[in-house]
């Protein structure tokens, strides 16, 4: 089992960054593949970036790629997303999810979330 609760999010303007953190309990996290997903309103939940175990290896979606930078820290049992650059349309619940395989994409792929946390970008 692992518990993920997230943090950081809040009302930035548009251009302005905002620093993510999710924290995780439980046994193994370096074990467990870490991502970032974002759902805004009316839309399906989508990866925004997800870091391997050893935090070696990164996957970013074309539409935060050069803004977003996931990181993670096994010690802290914590992953960060860094986002610069921000735009209105990354206005978006923003969630913390755990998968223990790499190349899984998509919701369905990860079997723990956290409760998410609202990023607000103003124009």
């Known amino acids: 089992q692992v518990q993920l609760v997230e943090s950081g999010g809040g009302l930035v303007q548009a251009g302005g960054s905002l620093r993510l953190s999710c924290a995780a309990s439980g046994r193994a996290f370096s074990d467990y593949v870490m991502a970032w997903f974002r759902q805004a309103p009316g839309m399906e939940r989508e990866l925004a970036a997800a870091?391997?175990?050893?935090?070696?290896?990164?996957f970013y979606a074309d539409s935060v790629k050069g803004r977003f930078t996931i990181s993670r820290d096994n010690a802290k049992k914590t992953v960060y997303l860094q986002m610069n650059s921000l735009q209105p349309e990354d206005t978006a619940v923003y969630y913390c999810?755990?998968?223990?395989?790499?190349?899984?994409?998509?919701?369905?792929?990860?079997?723990?979330w956290g409760q998410g946390t609202q990023v607000t970008v103003s124009s």
């Open positions: 999810a755990a998968s223990r395989r790499w190349g899984r994409w998509s919701p369905q792929g990860y079997d723990y």
């Open positions: 870091v391997s175990g050893s935090g070696r290896t990164t």
